[in-house]
């Protein structure tokens, strides 16, 4: 029966799919104006979360700035989703002209010297956009870690769309296997790190927006057994629909940095584009599940107890 449903909502999928495909892009947006409405004034969709993370966050600012940066995410949320999915089978070199990057210097000159990198990326900006159109703007090969969606029919037929814009992905699962394509080509390994920890004891904690965080350790641990270079990719939106990707040198050394600090260095950067374009990131999300006191002690689920 499970699988049944499931069948069922790939199906509308694939219907919405083909949907978005031959919707403009004015009325795209109609409609996202009019879920965005209905997310945050009827049904209230993870607003408590959002208002939680947003004062965790900004305990210096008034309620007023909180408040309009969780007016402007919702529209945004509901943007990235529908963005996301018209990008599937919107032509490739359309897309480009939407996400279009900056400055390639530093890739360019580590493919040059024959080197792999760590792509180290946050869900801000519109990431979905920036692994389907990576390869066309890079000379190194590129693999995407993720995490699949618990809709096996789904999230096949994600992978198969993404995967046509030559941008490999590897489930999280097995990540050490996706890191031998380095061997047989200069490979960007593209990673978010920004996301709840379930595993607090392997996690790597940071201070990030003044709160000791719990983070995942995968960009950190694998730049330091594979020695890659690890850049950060900031996606910042530039209007509605259009965005730029910014990017900079995290650790071109990793061997040589301290426990901790290439993480640090990551949230850090993470955490100035939160502020410099707040509304651009999941708010949503439960990100402070755990957290640790003055004396070191972890508490887990104290920020969202009743959500």
């Known amino acids: 029966m499970k699988k049944f449903f499931q069948y069922v909502c790939y ?7 083909f949907g978005f495909r031959i919707t403009p892009w004015c009325v795209l947006y109609f409609w996202s104006d009019v879920f965005a409405f209905l ?7 993870r607003v408590k979360v959002v208002d939680k993370n947003l004062e965790m966050c900004f305990p210096d600012k008034p309620k007023e700035y909180r408040d309009e940066i969780k007016k402007k995410y919702y529209p945004y949320m509901v943007d ?24 390639l210097t530093i890739p360019e000159k580590l493919f040059s010297e024959g080197k ?18 990576v390869k066309y703007e890079h000379k190194h090969k590129f693999c995407a ?25 590897c489930p999280i699962e097995k990540t050490r ?40 350790p995968g960009i950190e ?6 020695d890659l270079p690890v850049i950060f990719m900031e996606i910042r939106r530039e209007k509605r629909g259009y965005y730029r990707c910014y990017v900079s040198m995290i650790a071109e050394n990793p061997s040589e940095c301290a426990p901790g600090e290439i993480t640090q ?12 374009q707040p509304e651009t990131w999941l708010w949503s999300h439960k990100r402070w599940k755990a957290t640790k006191d003055s004396n070191g002690e972890i508490h887990y689920g104290d920020n969202y107890k009743g959500m």
Request: proline content about 3%.
């Open 39 to 45: 997310m945050f004034r009827v049904f209230r969709y």
């Open 116 to 133: 792999s990198m760590i792509v180290a990326m946050g869900h801000h900006g519109n990431w979905e956009w920036t692994t389907q159109t």
């Open 265 to 276: 260095r990551y949230m850090s950067k993470l955490e100035e584009v939160m502020r410099n």
């Open 177 to 216: 296997f996706a890191f031998g394509m380095r061997e047989k080509f200069p490979t960007g390994f593209c990673m978010a790190g920004d996301q709840n920890t379930p595993n607090t004891k392997r996690a790597i904690w940071v201070n990030f927006f003044g709160m000791e965080t719990a983070c995942l």
């Open 145 to 169: 870690i993720f995490k699949p969606m618990k809709n096996q029919y789904i999230s096949n037929f994600t992978v198969k769309c993404r995967e046509q814009r030559g941008t490999h992905f």
């Open 221 to 226: 641990f694998y730049a330091k057994l594979f």
């Open 80 to 103: 990235l989703m529908l963005e996301s999915l018209k990008g599937y089978t919107y032509p490739a070199e359309k897309l480009r002209k939407r996400l279009v990057y900056d400055d």
């Open 11 to 17: 199906l509308f999928y694939r219907i919405a799919i």
